[in-house]
Nanobody
Framework: QVHLVESGGGLVQAGGSLGLSCVAS????????MDWYRQAPGKERELVAG???????KYADSVKGRFTASRDNAKNTVFLQMNSLKPEDTAVYYC?????????????WGQGTQVTVSS
């Protein structure tokens, strides 16, 4: 079993900052991607930021220049620093991890953490 635990969500005013973290534990083998997704009420879940094991990152256009994703491979942890937050960033943020073994890739999701940005 693999468990992902997110932390760091909360309520913040527009223009403020929040930092999220996600720790993977359990039967960890070869983590390839560690990503952040979010889902706002009535909307589909969307990729916010993605990181790969070689250190590359990618971002949704809506958060470029404001959000920064990073990871600590030794601690199986991924972070998301969110600056200049906007009310439209309000959503449940989920951590997703992809692990590979031989030809198989398995994904795991965290339980989500609420981020609310007030105007």
């Amino acid at each position: 079993q693999v468990h992902l635990v997110e932390s760091g969500g909360g309520l913040v005013q527009a223009g403020g900052s929040l930092g999220l973290s996600c720790v993977a534990s359990g039967n960890i083998y070869n983590i390839r991607d560690m990503d952040w997704y979010r889902q706002a009420p009535g909307k589909e879940r969307e990729l916010v930021a993605g990181t790969t094991s070689d250190g590359s990152t990618k971002y949704a256009d809506s958060v470029k220049g404001r959000f920064t994703a990073s990871r600590d491979n030794a601690k199986n942890t991924v972070f998301l620093q969110m600056n200049s937050l906007k009310p439209e960033d309000t959503a449940v943020y989920y951590c997703r991890v992809l692990m590979t073994r031989y030809l198989y890739t398995t994904e795991y999701w965290g339980q989500g953490t609420q981020v609310t940005v007030s105007s």
